[in-house]
């Protein structure tokens, strides 16, 4: 991949005709007419900081959300109505809930809200859960589990918390927790089952929800992209089972299944000893354009098609796509 990509990253950029611009880590969004317009961006955050830019993760996360939006919509409505633009979403206004719902299949993970780290620090209870001893890094749960975190402000970390904790702490109404759970358990079946079609596995995800003004219970945002979520190949899953079974260890730990998410910038910076605390490092220009073939790898793994890349600039295009769907005034 040609590195001059770098120059032609889309930052975001400030569309005043929109009307006030809200900023999140990835993406930046507008309120219009009961509608919110979401700007997927190519910021790429880890450990809850921007790290850097990574050409046509913008494009890849927009367009795969919306491929998910179409093949799960019936488990539960979305807020998905139009997208004018690769790198644009036009959705249905809500009220979001103040909880990530993060399902886990595997135990595993390099941040501190993570299973493994969790489990390697010694703890045994985690998010109210039981654990027994002797598990391994990357180990199969017996069935997927729920492990919601709160979400964190611009520069904070997400913290664990527990389901009788989001309940009791009135954050969601136990009804409604209850359809969230079983929403996000299918959500990952489906999510599990299409992954395999490309040879995937789908570790372990991050989804939000929220209310429509008539109280209709939405998922919003993003669905299983390699932002919110972490998926293996499951030729080097079996490769890494039977290699470290063959050096002894009875589970898994010595080698590391080959990803296609974010994961892989992650475990880079972990590997120079960077793991959330204080501000990161920059993301080097090679770590951005490998990041880029992965983003690009699982959306064609998944969705089964090729990536079309939009015209560039990015900024210019999305400009002239929203002026002109909702005009300069």
Known sequence: MDTGLLKQTFPGLDLDFLGPKRSGKVRDIYQRNGQIIIITTDRLSAFDHILGLVPFKGQV???????????????????????????????????PLPVEVVVRGYISGVTKTSLWYQYSQGERLIYGMEFPDGMSKNERLPQPIITPTTKAGEGEHDELITSREIVEEGLVEANLWQRVC????????????????????????????????????????????????RFWTETSYEKVLAGNSQNGDNGIGLLEPENYDKEFVRLAYAERGYIGDGQPPPLAADLAMQASKRYIGCYELLTGR??????????????????????RH
């Open 61 to 95: 996360l927009n367009q795969l959300a919306q491929f998910w939006f179409d093949e799960t919509r019936d488990i539960v409505a979305n807020h998905f109505l139009e997208s004018p633009d690769p790198n644009v979403t036009i959705g249905r206004n809500c009220r």
């Open 182 to 229: 079983d929403a996000a358990l299918a959500l990952f079946a489906r999510g599990q089952e299409i992954a395999a079609r490309g040879g995937l596995l789908l570790v372990d995800t991050k989804y939000e929800f929220g209310l429509a003004d008539d109280g209709e219970l939405l998922l919003i945002d993003e669905v299983h992209t390699p932002d919110s979520s």
């Open 306 to 327: 090729t990536f079309v890349a939009g015209e560039m600039p990015v900024a210019e295009r999305v400009e002239g796509s929203l002026r002109s769907r909702f005009g």
